[in-house]
């Protein structure tokens, strides 16, 4: 563990396919999927879809950490991505994460919507089998594994289901969603399951639920505040144009570099606190990984990327006319 180990490439394109796939399941892709959904498809289906991810990753992350099923052993078994190494192996949330976005993007689209269902349930389950066999190419997980992360994301899905509505209901309307959004994700990250050794699962699980406790935020604040930017409705999803496709790519990259910018900005501050009122330096990797310094530094930062995202941004696409 934690060693570099020697590989020789024969399929390049099997390793870059899956090391694409990979990335689909990893802050890359949650941090430009899911903000592109909300600017430029429908909100009802974003806020869905971020609720649904960050129940089914905590349930993951913690169910890792409980059950301390190892990762594939090595050798035989040749790991592509060391950082993960630390973690322990069952489920896979990279599994989890993919089931759960793309079958809950599916459901929450497909009476909106006017498109063939067919079509959308085979995007959904050849993303979400991409993302599973990836794990097991890049070494990181069994089949078993996998297979159990898939499945849990599975009957997730079909018991929030019947309460989506009513979820979706209160989060926007409840006069106390802000303190509870906040409030309960907190509670979980500090009583995230101990471990003999650091595992970034931790420091992960608090990352996935700052954004959505600051995406929650944003969301009961538009719906208190502001008028809703972007229409959601029963649309033609075939009915591009050039223009509309231009508009979609410019807000796409003006959100992207404010959360960007956000994150790096919230990054640097929060730290910077940290380290002052605990007195350590900035370098000091182990310190940054003790409970009182990984927790704030974590959920502050990307709950402040989940709040721009859904409350900064569209002001400012309409402040730049791109609404």
């Given at each position: 563990?934690?060693c570099?180990q020697k590989?020789v490439?024969k399929?390049?394109f099997y390793?870059?396919l899956?090391?694409f796939s990979?990335?689909m399941?990893?802050?890359i892709?949650?941090?430009t999927?899911?903000p592109?959904?909300?600017?430029?498809?429908?909100?009802s289906a974003?806020?869905r879809?971020i609720?649904?991810?960050?129940?089914?990753?905590?349930?993951g992350?913690?169910?890792?950490?409980i059950?301390k099923?190892p990762?594939?052993?090595?050798?035989p078994v040749?790991?592509l991505e060391?950082?993960?190494?630390?973690?322990?192996g069952m489920p896979?949330t990279?599994?989890?994460?993919?089931t759960?976005?793309?079958f809950?993007?599916?459901?929450a689209?497909?009476?909106q919507?006017?498109y063939p269902?067919?079509?959308g349930?085979?995007?959904?389950?050849v993303?979400s089998?991409l993302?599973?066999?990836s794990?097991?190419y890049?070494?990181?997980?069994?089949v078993?594994d996998?297979i159990?992360?898939?499945?849990i994301?599975?009957v997730?899905?079909?018991l929030?289901?019947?309460a989506?509505?009513?979820?979706?209901?209160?989060?926007?309307?409840?006069?106390f969603?802000?303190?509870?959004?906040?409030?309960v994700?907190l509670?979980?990250?500090y009583n995230?399951?101990?471990?003999?050794y650091?595992?970034?699962?931790?420091?992960?699980?608090?990352?996935?639920?700052g954004?959505g406790?600051g995406?929650?935020v944003?969301?009961?604040l538009n719906n208190?505040?502001v008028?809703?930017?972007?229409?959601?409705?029963?649309a033609?999803?075939?009915l591009?144009?050039?223009a509309m496709?231009?508009?979609?790519l410019a807000r796409?990259?003006?959100?992207?570099?404010?959360?960007?910018?956000?994150?790096q900005?919230?990054?640097?501050?929060?730290?910077?606190?940290?380290?002052?009122c605990y007195k350590?330096?900035?370098a000091?990797?182990d310190a940054?990984r003790r409970l009182?310094v990984e927790?704030p530094?974590k959920?502050?930062?990307?709950?402040?990327v989940?709040f721009?995202?859904t409350?900064i941004?569209?002001?400012?696409h309409?402040?730049?006319?791109l609404?």
């Amino acid at each position: 563990q934690g060693c570099v180990q020697k590989y020789v490439v024969k399929n390049y394109f099997y390793y870059y396919l899956f090391r694409f796939s990979a990335a689909m399941g990893e802050e890359i892709f949650y941090i430009t999927f899911l903000p592109f959904i909300y600017w430029n498809i429908d909100h009802s289906a974003s806020r869905r879809m971020i609720i649904v991810w960050s129940i089914v990753m905590y349930i993951g992350q913690v169910s890792k950490d409980i059950l301390k099923w190892p990762r594939p052993l090595s050798p035989p078994v040749v790991k592509l991505e060391m950082r993960a190494d630390a973690e322990y192996g069952m489920p896979s949330t990279h599994a989890m994460a993919a089931t759960a976005i793309s079958f809950s993007f599916l459901i929450a689209t497909m009476n909106q919507y006017k498109y063939p269902f067919e079509l959308g349930l085979m995007a959904a389950f050849v993303f979400s089998t991409l993302v599973c066999l990836s794990r097991l190419y890049m070494g990181m997980h069994t089949v078993l594994d996998v297979i159990g992360g898939a499945l849990i994301s599975a009957v997730l899905l079909v018991l929030l289901y019947p309460a989506w509505d009513s979820i979706d209901h209160v989060l926007l309307t409840s006069p106390f969603c802000p303190l509870l959004s906040v409030a309960v994700p907190l509670l979980l990250c500090y009583n995230y399951p101990k471990l003999d050794y650091y595992s970034p699962t931790r420091g992960d699980t608090t990352t996935i639920l700052g954004a959505g406790a600051g995406a929650t935020v944003g969301f009961w604040l538009n719906n208190q505040y502001v008028a809703p930017a972007y229409a959601s409705g029963s649309a033609e999803l075939h009915l591009l144009t050039g223009a509309m496709v231009v508009l979609m790519l410019a807000r796409f990259i003006v959100g992207l570099a404010v959360i960007l910018l956000t994150r790096q900005l919230m990054k640097s501050v929060v730290l910077g606190v940290l380290c002052y009122c605990y007195k350590f330096p900035i370098a000091d990797l182990d310190a940054r990984r003790r409970l009182e310094v990984e927790v704030p530094y974590k959920f502050v930062t990307y709950s402040s990327v989940g709040f721009t995202a859904t409350v900064i941004v569209p002001l400012l696409h309409e402040l730049l006319g791109l609404i």
